[in-house]
């Protein structure tokens, strides 16, 4: 039977938004929302930080933390010091972001499902483009687009809109295909994880700007579980102000 832990990284420095994890959501801070959402839907969890203030947050409400490396370039790399410093013997490692509060159920239980199949390497969820978005959310290059095979495993991932579609306006490509936009949660099988941290950038990476391309660049396989959950994501002071109000709405 396979084993998932949750890997939460969580730093303290943030350009936008300095100091985010430890920032007040209704009464908790925002990493032990996120800690508190996901911990009974894995067989463990951890949070992965290099700053005390945090480590000693999660502490104080019996979380598990690992403090690791300050140098880190990725949530992946801190992601995976973590891991070997816990010395979990889980088989799967979910990536779980540390400013999204309220991940669903739905969706850990999707990227899990994908490790159903033996040729995943990779999981990570995507969510239908409704016809309702319109050209300008569709083309957002800030929303990455990911084409998807028969056996729903990612071909290419892009921050322009594709698949191209010919013989009609840009304004009804939405009414003649299902785009999907990648959400950017990933789980990866262990000796897969400990493999892409060692991997140099590629040039499909460099060009786009998008770690995933280089993990295909090398054959990895990726598989996409399908979500109709929007994710909400907290960059920013704004951002913690409707994820407030979110939470409010949602828990009266």
């Known amino acids: ?56 947050e999660v502490k104080s409400f019996s979380g598990n933390v690992i403090m690791t490396s300050p140098d880190h370039q990725s ?8 891991f070997k410093k816990s010395l979990s013997d889980s088989d799967v490692i979910i990536n779980i972001q540390g400013d999204e509060p309220f991940i669903h159920s739905s969706q850990i239980e999707s990227l899990k499902r994908c490790f159903d199949d ?3 390497d990779i999981a990570t969820l995507v969510k239908p483009f409704a016809k309702s978005d319109g050209w300008e959310k569709l083309s957002n290059p800030n929303s990455p687009k990911v084409i998807l095979n028969k056996n729903s495993e990612a071909v290419y991932f892009s921050r322009s809109v594709i698949p191209f579609i010919r013989n009609y306006p840009q304004a009804e490509w939405l009414d003649h295909f299902t785009f999907y936009k990648h959400i950017g949660i990933y789980a990866y099988r262990a000796d897969v994880l400990e493999k892409i941290t060692r991997l140099p950038q590629s040039p499909l990476e460099i060009a786009e700007s998008l770690e995933q391309l280089r993990w295909i660049d090398n054959g990895l396989t990726i598989k996409a579980g399908i979500t109709n959950i929007e994710t909400i994501g907290i960059d920013t002071p704004e951002d913690l102000e409707n994820a407030i109000q979110f939470y409010l709405q949602n828990n009266k």
């Open 1 to 56: 039977m396979t084993k998932f832990i949750g890997i939460i990284p969580a730093r303290y420095g943030s350009t936008r938004f300095p100091a985010k994890p430890l920032a007040n959501l209704a009464g908790k801070t925002i990493i032990r929302r996120v800690y508190e959402n996901v911990k009974d839907l894995l067989d463990e969890v951890i949070v992965a930080t290099d700053d005390q203030r945090i480590y000693d």
């Open 75 to 82: 949530g992946t790399d801190r992601c995976y010091e973590a």
């Open 118 to 120: 033996s040729a995943t």
